[in-house]
């Protein structure tokens, strides 16, 4: 059966049953995938490894073989609108994933039109943090804003702008690398982009991680910290620190704060949001983090910008996001 006939099956379907959309969300370590309603029910989900996928036709028939069986179960291809893609380097215009660092396939990977060939089905693609920013629109925090900011606080901070009701773009689909901008000038060297001083290497849980050891090797101060072997650090160890009242971790998350605070206050005159949601590991800090970053958010400010926006944590169920993300891109598509 040919492409355009599949389309059109899928269209008199549609007529007479509520439409469905796939998101997958591919990761360094992992792919999720799932299954998802328009008032963003995910119905069913499921996920497989990235790791070790060094074929990527071979990767893109495992994922057909694990989402076709959810297809079935849904109700078959005939119930689904098209596919939305959330991928590192994610090119929403070219349909492309471009020199993704994380991901074992290099250099410029058309990835829409081999998902598009082997499912039969439309395709949207654009980057992890952009998807995120859609679902936050459609089913999260941001439901009903014409202009906000997310930022993602995971392993690297990723970050989604819209604007007006539209994400940005940009002219070549890579606009919205707020993580990357240089908020410490000859600062910290990030090792991935091999600059220094970005936010991503600050503000990040790798950047809580060097912090704390930049911390613990310029001081004699007593800490919890000092017990966790090195290689067993994380960002909720940290916080765990500090949660039992140790100083050098309190002030670790007020550093990783002010940091962050000071780049939100740039980001805020740049495009005047109604709101900046934040998501990810690091929210679960809570006021720990978000209290300093408020706080040198405002003192950053000038003044018409001042008490004006507010600094919301997603609602979106962190397991669930990726896959409400990716799967918003779909309602939006032409078929």
């Given at each position: 059966?040919?492409?355009?006939?599949?389309?059109?099956?899928?269209?008199?379907?549609?007529?007479?049953?509520?439409?469905?959309?796939?998101?997958?969300?591919?990761?360094?370590t992992g792919t999720k995938f799932g299954i998802v309603d328009r008032l963003g029910n995910l119905l069913f989900s499921s996920e497989m490894s990235t790791r070790g996928q060094d074929h990527l036709d071979s990767y893109i028939d495992e994922l057909y073989h694990n989402v076709q069986p959810l297809i079935e179960q849904?109700?078959?291809?005939?119930?689904?609108?098209?596919?939305?893609?959330?991928?590192?380097?994610?090119?929403?215009?070219?349909?492309?994933?471009?020199?993704?660092?994380?991901?074992?396939?290099?250099?410029?990977?058309?990835?829409?039109?081999?998902?598009?060939?082997?499912?039969?089905?439309?395709?949207?693609?654009?980057?992890?943090?952009?998807?995120?920013?859609?679902?936050?629109?459609?089913?999260?925090?941001?439901?009903?804003?014409?202009?906000?900011?997310?930022?993602?606080?995971?392993?690297?901070?990723?970050?989604?702008?819209?604007?007006?009701?539209?994400?940005?773009?940009?002219?070549?689909?890579?606009?919205?690398?707020?993580?990357?901008?240089?908020?410490?000038?000859?600062?910290?060297?990030?090792?991935?982009?091999?600059?220094?001083?970005?936010?991503?290497?600050?503000?990040?849980?790798?950047?809580?991680?060097?912090?704390?050891?930049?911390?613990?090797?310029?001081?004699?101060?007593?800490?919890?910290?000092?017990?966790?072997?090195?290689?067993?650090?994380?960002?909720?160890?940290?916080?765990?620190?500090?949660?039992?009242?140790?100083?050098?971790?309190?002030?670790?998350?007020?550093?990783?704060?002010?940091?962050?605070?000071?780049?939100?206050?740039?980001?805020?005159?740049?495009?005047?949001?109604?709101?900046?949601?934040?998501?990810?590991?690091?929210?679960?800090?809570?006021?720990?983090?978000?209290?300093?970053?408020?706080?040198?958010?405002?003192?950053?400010?000038?003044?018409?910008?001042?008490?004006?926006?507010?600094?919301?944590?997603?609602?979106?169920?962190?397991?669930?996001?990726?896959?409400?993300?990716?799967?918003?891109?779909?309602?939006?598509?032409?078929?």
């Amino acid at each position: 059966m040919s492409a355009d006939s599949t389309y059109s099956t899928s269209n008199r379907n549609l007529q007479a049953m509520e439409a469905l959309a796939i998101g997958i969300d591919i990761g360094g370590t992992g792919t999720k995938f799932g299954i998802v309603d328009r008032l963003g029910n995910l119905l069913f989900s499921s996920e497989m490894s990235t790791r070790g996928q060094d074929h990527l036709d071979s990767y893109i028939d495992e994922l057909y073989h694990n989402v076709q069986p959810l297809i079935e179960q849904a109700g078959g291809i005939g119930r689904f609108r098209g596919i939305g893609v959330g991928a590192p380097n994610g090119n929403y215009y070219s349909g492309t994933i471009e020199y993704a660092p994380n991901l074992p396939w290099k250099g410029i990977i058309p990835l829409s039109k081999m998902i598009k060939d082997k499912f039969k089905l439309p395709v949207v693609l654009t980057n992890d943090a952009n998807a995120a920013a859609l679902g936050e629109m459609m089913y999260g925090a941001a439901k009903g804003m014409n202009d906000f900011i997310m930022i993602t606080l995971g392993t690297g901070v990723g970050s989604g702008i819209v604007a007006n009701g539209q994400l940005i773009y940009g002219h070549d689909g890579f606009a919205g690398e707020l993580g990357h901008t240089i908020i410490i000038p000859e600062g910290r060297y990030h090792q991935g982009t091999g600059k220094y001083g970005s936010l991503e290497s600050y503000a990040s849980a790798t950047g809580v991680v060097l912090t704390t050891l930049e911390v613990l090797a310029g001081s004699n101060q007593p800490s919890l910290l000092r017990d966790i072997p090195e290689d067993q650090l994380d960002s909720k160890k940290v916080y765990d620190a500090a949660m039992k009242g140790d100083v050098l971790a309190k002030e670790i998350f007020e550093f990783t704060g002010k940091i962050l605070g000071m780049a939100l206050a740039n980001f805020v005159m740049f495009s005047s949001p109604e709101a900046i949601i934040l998501f990810g590991g690091l929210t679960k800090s809570g006021d720990l983090l978000l209290k300093p970053v408020r706080e040198h958010m405002e003192n950053n400010l000038i003044q018409i910008f001042q008490q004006k926006v507010k600094i919301l944590v997603s609602h979106l169920k962190e397991s669930d996001a990726a896959i409400l993300g990716a799967s918003a891109l779909v309602w939006d598509l032409k078929v």
